[in-house]
């Protein structure tokens, strides 16, 4: 099956390229830029890499400095 999709524009010359698709904006939603809800993810990720640092420091006995310098 073919359709004809070439068009000949106001010049005479043959636009034989797909027809463009219609434009439209995608909504996001409430999930995207800095909303509540990326703040709240963001401070819930810094509380769980804080936690995981100091046990770190107790289990080693290093801080993160240390236990880098050693590897």
Known sequence: MRTNTAIIDDQGKLN???IEPKVYIDEQGDRTGFTPYAEML???????GFVSL???E??????????????
């Open 58 to 71: 107790v289990f080693t006995g290093h801080g993160i400095v240390g236990v880098l310098a050693s590897l």
């Open 54 to 56: 100091i046990a770190l």
């Open 16 to 18: 034989n390229f797909a």
């Open 42 to 48: 963001n401070g819930r990720l810094a509380m769980i």
